[in-house]
Each structure stands twice: as C-alpha cells, then as structure tokens.
C-alpha cells in the first residue's frame, strides 16, 4: 500500500509539474518536447547502498514540487505554477545569454558590442555575405537567395547554434 501511495504522488507531482512545464516553455525544448535534467544515479542513491528506494525516486519531483508550492500549502495554483514557468524561463534565458556572451565575446569584457554580436567566423559581414557577387549591392536575387539557405538558426556545421563541443568564437576562431 504504502508503495501505491508514494508511485501514486510520484505520478500526480510529475504531471503537474510536467503540465506546467508544457503549458508555459519550462524545461528545454528538444525534437519532442521539453526535457528536464535527469539525475545520476549517484544523485539519487542518497544512502549509497547502490540501489534505488521508492523514496530516494520521488525525492526530485517532489524537491520540485516543493519548489513551485510559492506558499508552502502543499498544492499548486494555476499563478504558483505560472511564476514557476516563469522563473525557468528567466534562468533558462540568462543561461543562454551566459553562453552567448563566452562564445561571442573577443575582448573578454564580459559583454558584447554591435561588432562581437554581428562578427562571423568567416569575417564577412552580413552585407557581405548578401552580396554573393561582390559588385558592393544586394540585387532582388541576392536578397531573395539569402532566405532560401536554412541556416539562419543554425551553426556552420549545420548543427544548432551554440553546438561547439566547447569554447569557439564566432568571428574569432577557436581560442
């Protein structure tokens, strides 16, 4: 009984933060939806004895839980639920701003200027790479050909942007 019970919540507190998490951009988004951070097993062996009580389980989701329950009454409100996703988001997008920032950032001031931000590693500028051949104007055909390439939202290598595989510049290598 005791093991239903706790499956049971397990179950109910992964669906209300899960639902929360689709229903406003929580958690990454990945080709089927957001994820959330899976735990190691170590994570979650919290007496080290190598294996895994229904309680050392449900002891994420319900940290979670515990988490958006903003007044601590042990239930979840539309609003508490909200300004969780919002929260997630807020971190999310600082994340990649940080990210951002380590990739893009040539003087190592820790922010960025118009020129780190438009610098590509190719060196050309976007007049440039819109001026395919180079007569210092961008045709119709030009302008037309730069929405046809698919890569707007994607590195050099055709993978997402930020896919590195570790620390590379855009417009200043691989330092």
Known sequence: MKRTTIFTTLTAVAIAVGTAAVAHGDGHRGGNGPMMHRPDFSELDTNSDGVLSPEELAAPHAARFAQADGNG?????????????????????????????????ANDDGQLSVEEMTARADGKSMFDRLDKDGDGAISEEEFADAGKGGKRMRGHDGGHRGDHGGKKRHGHGDD
């Open 73 to 105: 009454d042990g239930m979840l409100s539309a609003e508490e639920m909200a300004a969780h996703a919002e929260t997630m988001r807020q971190q999310r997008a600082i994340r990649g701003a940080e990210r951002m920032i380590e990739r893009m950032d």
